[in-house]
């Protein structure tokens, strides 16, 4: 895997939040490796409306639309998913930071409560 952007600042999260955006991750695929304390959303990222994927965009090499991604955070001490609707599939809205909680919380426009406790903030986007 390739990482991409890393988010480190509140105000790092712009360029992630830019890209994610109104991407759709499934819940089954959310994982959370406890060793390394981390919680990942794997998602694909749409082709860019220039026609490029991102791959190509950044390698300039041909690939095919869609690009697998990894949305990681990392330092997670704790996570809840509040899945109400049971939809399986939603999308990417807003990575929010609240600092002073250390609470990252993950906005979609199909309700779902995810909100991950951070001993510091650390979100990666990784491609494969």
């Known amino acids: ?3 991409i952007l890393t988010a480190k600042r509140r105000d790092d999260l712009e360029a992630i939040n830019d890209l994610i955006h109104d991407s759709f991750f499934e819940v089954d695929d ?11 959303f794997k998602f694909d990222l749409p082709t860019l409306p220039s026609g490029l994927g991102l791959k190509e965009f950044i390698y300039s090499s041909k690939t095919s639309p869609g690009v697998e991604c990894f949305l990681k955070i990392q330092n997670v001490e704790k996570y809840s998913i509040d899945d109400t609707e049971k939809v399986g599939r939603y999308d990417f809205n807003i990575v929010e930071f609240d600092a002073p909680a250390r609470v990252v919380c993950i906005r979609t ?3 779902i409560g ?5 001993s ?3 979100i990666s986007l990784e491609v494969t």
């Not at 959310?30 to 990942?40: C, E, G, K, T």
């Not at 995810?114 to 951070?118: A, C, D, K, Q």
């Open 1 to 3: 895997m390739t990482k």
């Open 109 to 111: 426009n199909i309700p």
């Open 120 to 122: 510091e903030l650390e």
């Open 114 to 118: 995810i909100r991950i406790l951070v």
């Open 30 to 40: 959310i994982a959370f490796d406890s060793q390394a304390s981390i919680l990942s």
